[in-house]
């Protein structure tokens, strides 16, 4: 099966999450397997966004560890509290930051890296199980917006995780 999505063409981000938002409920609708929604979700953001790193770390005990990404390679492991993953899963609340250079503890997976949004995810019993990562080669790229507009997406993972 090949699907497609039928994005507005526009720079504007409101509108592509309210178009976003429904076509990946759509895709997940009848998954069950949350490596393969994940793989598609990362996918379906990179593909209407076209930032630099998108993907998952998934909560393994007392690190992170790396789950389907769309991007170049990305870091294995992050300990809990380190780099921006590590601490949005401690702080369990979404980060936005500006300038990665200015984040004390960032872990440089890559160097065209320059700004980075880190959403949580919880399980079905509340606790945080996996983080959405993104990336971006423009400095001060996220915003609210997006906090809300990716918050929105990654619910859709949320009755997946155990």
């Excluded at 921006?84 to 899963?89: D, I, P, Q, S, Y």
């Excluded at 984040?103 to 019993?125: K, N, T, Y």
Aim: charged share 20%.
């Amino acid at each position: 099966m090949t699907t497609t999505l039928d994005l507005p063409a526009t720079t504007d981000r409101v509108a592509l999450y309210t178009s976003l938002v429904p076509q990946v409920g759509e895709l997940l609708h009848d998954e069950r397997d949350v490596v393969a929604a994940m793989a598609n979700l990362s996918a379906a953001v990179k593909q209407a966004f076209g930032w630099h790193w998108v993907g998952f770390y998934r909560v393994m005990g007392a690190e992170l560890v790396l789950g389907p990404f769309q991007g170049p390679v990305a870091c294995n492991r992050i300990g809990h509290g380190r780099g921006v993953c590590g601490t949005a899963w401690a702080e369990e609340r979404v980060l936005i930051v500006p300038d990665v250079e200015k984040f004390p503890g960032h872990i440089a997976c890559s160097p065209l890296s320059r700004s980075e949004i880190v959403v949580p995810i919880r399980a079905r019993d509340g606790r945080i199980a996996a983080v959405l990562d993104i990336d971006s080669t423009t400095a001060d790229d996220f915003s609210e917006v997006d906090a809300h507009g990716l918050g929105r997406l990654c619910i859709l993972l949320e009755p997946l995780f155990e």
